[in-house]
């Protein structure tokens, strides 16, 4: 069918699973208070079309949390939006779904003759009889029957005939949406285009519904070869939780059905990334960095190159923009780091330096990066501090230091440090790492005249904020000097250790003869 009878204008509906399919999900599973704020967040902030939140029969618990879904949602105009998976076991599933106030069930059907056969035991008229009185319960109680044609993608691809007399069977039920899944995650696209294509073409009347699975990575792609072939919608979860590999990304789902196929969608973008991380926090499963709209990362610029040409006009700024999603672009600063990188990330925290300041701090950046160090927007004014205060010309440079420390023991180190570009070595102990580098460091500096080490009045660490345990570390220690003055000299490393050693070596410096 041509593209634009199917995309132009086209409304698709989003159903999301991830309080029912996203619970499939290893390790995962949701308290009751968290469905509650997590079904809030879904149909209040993210505005998504449908829900589906739980299997009937799994606990008392799980009835509890459902109970409360529904009653909020019954308030806010949304009940008919809450779903809830039932099994084909007549008044079984529909009982405990209206027990807990609700109007929807997703009938778990068998959409694969050999699972029919197999692990129902039934013959394929046997298990449409048995759906149909289960239509049939739930009707007469007021609920609304959507059907699941489970693991639809192999038993079309085995048996068809068994799947075009299945919905031939139920068309005339009542059901408000034929669900399709690829429940194992099988099909490739053009898979998707020539089943769903089929379906549609044979069964125009019907309402279908795509469930994807992502097992070969492929759930996104089949997403849009499914709405090409015309489904209506398409089901999803928050950061692809759900069994196995996961099921399609509403984050993905959303923004390449409105970037890429121009549809219209319901999804209010600027909750995209609130909504994922309340689903990490609750599920324990957090994204990847990279993860496409949701990864920490996908916001940041890290070569040079590209903060340049965005800083000169916005060369590398696509409609993908992190502003769509409440989020902000970054520039990153390492060894890749760029005029541009430093000084959009100076922009941001207000600060002005002169052309030959930024020179400087720039270098530094690279050698951090170099290091391997991980250099943040939150470590420029330590790392500023840091640079700008340093002496263009030092004698005492620290070449190697090696340290050791035990539990209720003295620590150890061993020192190296150069001095007018001749390499001493001596060995340390003391309490503390630090003490240890100062007891050596000493005995290195003794025989020099006019390199001496001032008292230590204050000892002060500083980290940003930011809770990484490889955070750059800014140590400020403050010595006594001759006629009652003071003096503050800072050192930054991820090492609290090593930045105090930095801290050191700049006092003496700054004040040798």
Known sequence: MPKDQHTSKRKITLMDTTLRDGEQTQGVSFAPAEKLSLAQALLGRLNVDRIEVASAGVSQGEQEAVKKINSWAASNGHLDKVEVLGLVDVNRSVDWITSAGGKVINLLAKGSKKHCLTQLRQQPEQHIERIKQTIEYAHSQGVAVNIYLEDWSNGYA???????????????????????PDTLGVMSPSEVSEAIGDMVTRFPQLNFDFHPH???GLATANVMAAVEAGISAIHCTVNCLGERAGNASLAEVSVVLRDKMGLDLNIDEQHIVDVSKMVESFSGKFVSGNAPI???????QTAGIHADGDKKG?????KLSPERFARKRTYALGKLAGKASLENNLDELGIKLSSDDQKKILQKVIELGDAKQTVTSEDLPFIIADVLESKDSQRVILVDCKTSSQLNGESET??????DGTNHTQSGQGNGAYDAFADALDKILTPHAGLNRPKLLDYQVHIPKGGK??????????????NNRKMTTRGVDSNQVVAAMYATLKAINSLAK
């Open 314 to 318: 916005d060369l590398y700024v696509t």
């Open 214 to 216: 992502n097992d070969y």
């Open 158 to 180: 085995d048996s068809p005939d068994y799947v075009y007399h299945l919905v031939d069977s139920l068309k005339e039920c009542g059901i408000g949406h034929f669900m399709l």
């Open 469 to 482: 345990t490889n955070a750059l570390t800014e140590a400020s220690i403050t010595w006594e000097l001759e």
């Open 414 to 419: 061993e020192l190296t440090i150069s001095i």
């Open 294 to 300: 949701l990864g920490k990362d996908v916001f940041t």
